[in-house]
């Protein structure tokens, strides 16, 4: 690569009129990122001194999404052409550097593919990318001359039947000294089909001026293709994520079905990861050794420790597994969730700000929130944690070795002690000692003789008009039944 200070310059200011969409093209996202990201990701592995971003319509809210201390920003007004948004950024350069132009809405490249761009400009050169398409409608074309050197770009509106049958494309990547693009910039004008000021007229320029111009070909077209309207985002997605299902693959995670996994952000992992299909990866997340994601989970900014596994279903955020955990299938665990190891957390359970200790099971049903679970406690079907009293947020402790029975409500603040039993069916407002049994629960009453109402009598009167419906005089009433 040239040793020439660089100067990025993305170029972003065009409408995007065929998204049809009130956001910015450039904020559309890619993989769970504005398409800007993935540029701004792949320019900076260039280590470029400076980025200056072109924006236009709806700039504000570009910037906005972008406060990075290393980007700078200048407005293109009124769209005339990739020569003129070029042209409101060079002020910001300093002469004795080579620039860079990308396109905000060109996310696949690979740096090295840039890499190899700035290298053929060399110390003084002029280089643009080009890609040969099976179908080169709407790109500039590449015109060679009779030694098959880069002569002209001519844009397909320009063009007449001979040109437009050239297959080799102008991605409209470029690279070429600051002092020299100022110059050519300088003298371009618009006296073409468009009435724009087209940045590929400077390849002439250079031509004419006997400066060295290369025209370096994409080894992979694909990655050079651009979003213009939702069809081609949908089919850069694909793009992007068959990318990061083979670079997992080859890293040594098995996939089961490449075309149905999502990734959204960085993975990081161990040995023999094993991902089911319709998985979802997003922020970051990281899965050791051995670690099993079932069939349409979706994990996003989580850490799994080895050899736990993620039944399938389920939906976990911002939290930490542990080794050898299982959660699911069905489970929802929510932000600040902590699972240690060996846990074992089951179906339509729901975790938020949990912290679960080492062999601890919730295996059915259960809202466990804001709640602190020791070591082997034993949380019985229906259990919830009533931390909200419509204000505030309250704590339940739950020691070591507890047993919680069936269908039980913890009214937080709230602390079952360790080795404590709560019997099923009990509302717990008040500390439950240590190592003894704890229940609430109305006595069981029979009625002998009760009979069921029937249509072909007439109802039953009420008695004392509150709401009560009156029993057969030989069953006691429930309060009485002591
Ligand atoms: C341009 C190239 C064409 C190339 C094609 C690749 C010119 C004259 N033509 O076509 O050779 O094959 O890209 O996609 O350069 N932009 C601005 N301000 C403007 C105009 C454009 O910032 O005034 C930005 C757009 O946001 C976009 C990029 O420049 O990111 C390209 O603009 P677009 O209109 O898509 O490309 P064309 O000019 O049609
Ligand atoms: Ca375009």
């Not at 570009?62 to 409101?88: I, K, S, Y």
């Not at 099993?292 to 596994?309: K, M, N, Q, S």
Request: net charge neutral.
């Amino acid at each position: 690569m040239s040793r020439k200070p660089l100067s990025v310059v993305v170029l972003a200011a065009g409408q995007g009129t065929r998204m049809r969409s009130h956001r910015p093209k450039v904020l559309h996202a890619l993989a769970g990122r504005p398409l800007l990201a993935h540029v701004l990701e792949t320019a900076r592995a260039l280590g470029p001194e400076r980025i200056v971003v072109v924006h236009g319509h709806g700039g504000e809210a570009v910037r906005a999404a972008f406060p990075d201390p290393d980007l700078a920003w200048v407005e293109q007004a009124e769209q005339l052409g990739t020569g003129h948004a070029v042209a409101q950024a060079l002020p910001a350069l300093p002469d004795a550097g080579l620039v860079l132009v990308l396109y905000g809405d060109v996310p696949l490249l690979r740096p090295q593919t840039l890499a190899r761009v700035v290298e053929a400009a060399g110390g003084d050169g002029l280089a643009v990318l080009t890609a040969r398409l099976d179908d080169p409608t709407g790109y500039g074309r590449i015109v060679r001359d009779a030694a098959g050197r880069l002569a002209r770009i001519v844009e397909e509106k320009d063009a007449g039947e001979a040109v437009r049958a050239i297959r080799e494309v102008n991605t409209g990547i470029l690279a070429a000294p600051a002092a020299r693009l100022r110059a050519w910039v300088g003298r371009l004008g618009r006296d073409n089909a468009q009435g724009e000021y087209y940045l590929t007229d400077v390849v002439a320029m250079a031509v004419a001026e006997g400066v060295p111009a290369a025209a370096v070909e994409a080894e992979d077209a694909d990655e050079t293709l651009g979003v213009n309207d939702r069809l081609q985002l949908a089919r850069l997605e694909r793009l992007w994520q068959r990318r990061a299902a083979e670079a997992l693959m080859r890293a040594g995670v098995t996939v089961r079905d490449p075309a149905r996994l999502e990734v959204r952000g960085t993975v990081e992992h161990g040995r023999d990861v094993e991902l089911d299909v319709g998985v979802v990866l997003e922020g970051t997340v990281r899965l050791g050794d051995g670690v099993r994601v079932g069939p349409y989970c979706v994990l996003r900014d989580v850490t799994v420790a080895d050899g736990a596994e993620i039944l399938p279903f389920t939906l976990v955020e911002e939290a930490e597994i542990g080794p050898g955990a299982r959660v699911g299938p069905y489970a929802r665990v929510r932000p600040g969730t902590r699972l240690a190891a060996r846990t074992r957390i089951g179906n339509f359970v729901e975790l938020k700000n949990a912290e679960v200790g080492e062999g601890s099971k919730i295996n059915h049903l259960s809202y466990v929130g804001d709640a602190t679970v020791g070591r082997e406690v034993n949380i019985g079907a229906g259990t919830i944690t009533c931390n909200y009293d419509g204000a505030h947020k309250h704590r339940t402790v739950i020691e070591d070795e507890a047993f919680i029975g069936s269908d039980t409500q913890l009214v937080a603040p709230v602390t079952v002690g360790r080795g404590a039993t709560i019997g099923a069916g009990s509302t717990i407002t008040r500390d439950a000692p240590p190592g003894e049994l704890t229940l609430s629960r109305a006595p069981q009453v029979t009625r002998p003789g009760w009979k069921r109402p029937r249509k072909d009598e007439p109802p039953r009167r009420r008695r004392g008009g509150r709401g009560e419906t009156e029993r057969p005089a030989e069953a006691p009433r429930e309060e009485e039944g002591g």
